[in-house]
């Protein structure tokens, strides 16, 4: 119990005297991030975290909303992206948008972003990433 409350508290879990905890958001996607990683369960997750499987389940609820977000995977080996190239129509810019050639611009359907030009390429990396994820 006493492993288990330092872990907790480790990932910013407050501990009230009465049993009662609470959990910030960066300790919740965490653990939902733990769920889906290959061969791990709920359940065993859950064990891990000293949470009830159906609460961990509403985590995952929250995430797949879009309400609670997941830490940024960090994978063991260098990430590609599939880049397809194809001509795009040109969409004239919006009015609110000033248009330079000095920003780089990410578009994936219907989804346009612009970045300023010192943007470090693993914050574009994970951004590309994100746009090509699937929701849980």
């Not at 359940?43 to 995952?60: F, K």
């Not at 693993?122 to 994820?133: C, D, M």
Request: proline share 10%.
């Amino acid at each position: 119990m006493c492993a288990t409350n330092s872990f907790l508290k480790s990932l910013g879990v407050e501990i009230y005297a009465s049993g009662h905890r609470r959990w910030p958001d960066e300790a919740k996607a965490q653990a939902v991030a733990d769920t889906l990683e290959p061969g791990a369960t709920v359940n065993g997750v859950a064990a891990r975290y000293d949470v009830l499987a159906n609460q961990l389940s509403a985590w995952r609820r929250l995430a797949k909303q879009g309400k609670l977000v997941l830490p940024a995977a960090e994978p063991d080996e260098p990430v590609f992206a599939p880049l397809v190239v194809c001509d795009v129509p040109e969409v004239p810019p919006e009015p609110d948008i000033a248009a330079s050639e000095e920003v780089i611009r990410i578009v994936s359907g219907e989804v346009r972003i612009e970045l300023a030009p010192g943007t470090p390429a693993i914050r574009i990396a994970e951004i590309v990433h994100a746009l090509g994820a699937t929701p849980c």
